[in-house]
């Protein structure tokens, strides 16, 4: 089956053609990194990566950005308050230099804990300013633009159809939100470049043909997708709150600037939520991949949890629901390991119904399904496991390197020699395994074989 997407542009399900087969470019709003990442919003990463996967299953050649916003993200979205990265300057004593870098290690390191895949490109917005004044002048020649005192504005008013994507209604806006607009003309304009306050300087600024100042949140993801990705390219991707105002000013901009609505497919990962809630940087029920892992939990787990639902459907947290993933991941962990060495092909069978759930816009419940399916079903080991090695290039559970902790850790070596002896046991070469049993009886360990696989236990 062909993959089929979920655009939230169109909000339909489509079929998936590149623009420029087999290239597919790629976009997926970063972390904000004045604070760490919760597992909320790694669950709009997770969800990103499974796309990634996917797209490399159908053998697309795929070009990644994600942006690190370390810079004009005000407090709120409606371009008011201080800079998110000023105001963690302030709670920790750091720089907002400091702070950046800090959190984004913080945060490549939970991707790497969630085998996430790393986008082929990382961009800062900081690194990019000559790239966003280039693109806000863009807008400004096509008359988009108006200045305030406090810096200049995209004309909301000023494109037909503005709002499109979230399917605003304008007029609505317009009569509801006439107080608190400040000097901007319409209540859903937004800034394009801020300027510096006059009574103090901010640790974050730059010279800029409007005169001192800083960027607005929207314009960097409008001018690094176009400098790596073109001006139009094939899937943008973020969290579901990005729909009505992120992702609908980068349009606007890019309309403005390019005349193109800056990508082919939008999509957009649901909320993780607590209870009734969503989870939020800022107020309680803040929970991070640490906080599980300091509670004894595989970062996996979560990932696994994850796996469990839709990812157009928001996802309750429970510790139950956290423990039973645990549970699941672990039986199927052990199972993958005991089934020993992989031989033959892979199932074709399996393989194509799995293919079916992910390209049925990444149902992966039901890839987790096939893949129950396929451990208990009655196939030889060596092949269900060479099957798992090709489902678990989209799961990305680490099921084929995973080993159960013993007590007393096996040594690599003895190891070795215990996975070298299941493959002869699997070709049948049984002098072969007898020697290394041997072997492995001469480290000082015994090997006992279940029907679920070899057990390895240190010689009392
Ligand atoms: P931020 O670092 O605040 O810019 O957010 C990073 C990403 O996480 C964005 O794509 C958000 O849409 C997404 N996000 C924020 N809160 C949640 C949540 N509770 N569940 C899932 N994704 C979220
Ligand atoms: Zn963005």
Sequence with gaps: MALQLFDTYTRSVRTFEPLDPPKVGLYTCGPTVYDYAHIGNLRTYIFEDFLRRVLDWNHFDVKHVMNITDVGHLVSDADEGEDKMEKGSARTGKTAWEIAEFY???????????????????????????????????????????????????????????????RLDIEGLQAGMRIDMGEKRNPTDFALWKFSPKDRQRQMEWDSPWGKGFPGWHIEC???????LGKYFDIHCGGEDHITVHHTN????????????????????????LGEEKMAKSGGGFIRLETLIERGYDPLVYRFFCLSALYRAKLNFTWDGIDAAATSLERLRKAVYEWGAPSGEPDAGFVAQF?????????????????????RSSLPAGVRKATMAVFDT????????????????????????VE??????????????????????????DVEDSPAGPVVKARK
């Design 250 to 273: 980068e349009i606007a901009q890019t309309e403005a600037c390019h005349h193109t609505r800056l990508a082919n497919f939008w999509m957009h990962g649901y909320f993780l939520q």
């Design 222 to 228: 409008s001018a690094m997708s176009a400098r790596y």
């Design 394 to 417: 989209v799961l990305g559970l680490g099921l084929m390197e995973w080993k159960p902790k013993t007590e007393g850790a096996v040594p690599a070596d003895v190891q070795a020699l």
């Design 355 to 375: 293919e079916t759930a992910i390209n049925d816009d990444l149902n992966l419940p039901r890839a987790l399904a096939v893949t129950w399916d396929m451990a």
């Design 420 to 445: 070298e002896r299941t493959k002869a046991r699997v070709e049948k070469r049984w002098a072969d395994a007898d020697k290394l049993r041997g072997q492995i009886a001469a480290l000082g360990y």
């Design 104 to 166: 984004t290690l913080a945060f490549k390191q939970d991707l790497e804990r969630l085998n996430i895949l790393p986008p082929t490109i990382w961009c800062r917005a900081t690194d990019h300013i000559a790239d966003q004044i280039e693109t806000i002048r863009c807008i400004e020649a096509n008359g988009y633009t108006y200045q305030t005192s406090d810096g200049i504005y995209f004309d909301t008013s000023r494109l037909d159809d503005y709002g499109y994507l979230g």
